[in-house]
């Protein structure tokens, strides 16, 4: 028994009539009637009774009609919903960010403008840092990670650099260097100005590339950094600094957290340039269709903002 048996005979169930259910099923009329002939010495008893008007159902008939159609609508659903799932429109998707990450506006605007988008999927959030979310979308636990810089490039990994930002220096209010900018606004510092303060940072493992570039800059400026603390997270750094703890620096998205103890400034001369990057990893392999909708329009969305922010003239 096949389901186009079932096809048939709820076509002729319907019509009442073999010829008008052929022509429904853009088929010939004998082939019709030796299919179901066939169902019927498959089941064991007769489906239809025959009479030169058409058909009616038998007793068997009716019940198994009742079944058949079932069947039809369980296997069209899930027909349906399994496409659905094909293009991405239906399934599950876990997403990790940092929470530095996720303090950078194009974050909550790819995180909304998905959910609008794809209303049903089920997005999972979760937080750690850049290593752990690397291990766990390597592990298949996290589908998507959104970090800073990477901390490692595992085989099979795929990154995404979204977009890059300035990394900008925190200072407590009391600072000396902000003491002359009542007058002369809120300058950029030099580094070199800072040769004799102690810095607060996220611990290497955390955040590699933007410690090294640091700590290059300043070797480039003449003077060795004085690491104060190493801290897990880039919030804590901020809040160690307004407790007059040492200095650091943050990306310019996390502008504002603790204005009322904390003064944000840009660094005029470092070499390297100090960028902070928004990066999104991902597997290269088993990626599935809402995994791969979510990097397409991470990507869209990044290059508008980019564009958006790029100066012209």
Do not use: W
């Not at 069209?76 to 429109?89: C, P, V």
């Not at 600072?175 to 030099?190: D, I, M, N, Y």
């Not at 070797?219 to 603390?229: H, L, V």
């Not at 003064?263 to 990893?281: E, K, Q, S």
């Amino acid at each position: 028994m096949e389901l186009r048996h079932l096809r048939y005979f709820a076509m002729v169930a319907e019509e009442k009539h073999f010829t008008r259910a052929a022509a429904r099923l853009n088929m010939q009329q004998p082939p019709l009637s030796q299919q179901i002939r066939a169902l019927e010495q498959e089941l064991g008893f007769a489906l239809f009774v025959r009479h030169p008007k058409g058909v009616d159902l038998t007793a068997g008939g009716k019940v198994f009609l009742d079944e058949a159609k079932e069947i039809l609508r369980t296997v069209e659903l899930a027909a349906r919903k399994a496409a659905r799932a094909a293009q991405g429109i239906e399934g599950t998707l876990n997403v990790g960010f940092t929470s530095s990450a996720a303090s950078h506006p194009l974050i909550p605007r790819i995180m909304r403008s998905y959910r609008e988008r794809y209303r049903g999927v089920d997005l999972f959030l979760h937080e750690g840092n850049a290593g752990e979310l690397t291990d766990r979308v390597m592990a298949g636990q996290v589908d998507i990670g959104i970090l800073r810089a990477p901390v490692a490039r595992p085989q099979g990994a795929r990154f995404h650099r979204l977009c890059n930002e300035e990394l900008l220096l925190i200072l407590p209010l009391d600072h000396p260097l902000l003491a002359g900018e009542a007058t002369s606004g809120e300058a950029a510092v030099s580094l070199k100005d800072l040769a004799d303060e102690r810095f607060i940072l996220v611990r290497r493992p955390g955040a590699p590339g933007m410690y090294a570039n640091l700590v290059q800059a300043c070797r480039n400026a003449g003077f060795e950094p004085t690491i104060a603390c190493e801290i897990e997270r880039m919030l804590t750094n901020v809040s160690l600094v307004a407790a007059g703890a040492g200095i650091s620096v943050v990306p310019a998205s996390m502008k504002g957290f603790h204005a009322g103890s904390v003064a944000y400034r840009r660094i005029g001369d470092a070499r390297p340039r100090l960028v902070a990057p928004i990066t999104l990893v991902s597997r290269g392999f088993n990626q599935s269709p809402p995994m791969l909708n979510f990097i397409a329009l991470a990507r869209q969305l990044s290059s508008q903002y980019r564009k958006a922010r790029t100066p012209t003239g």
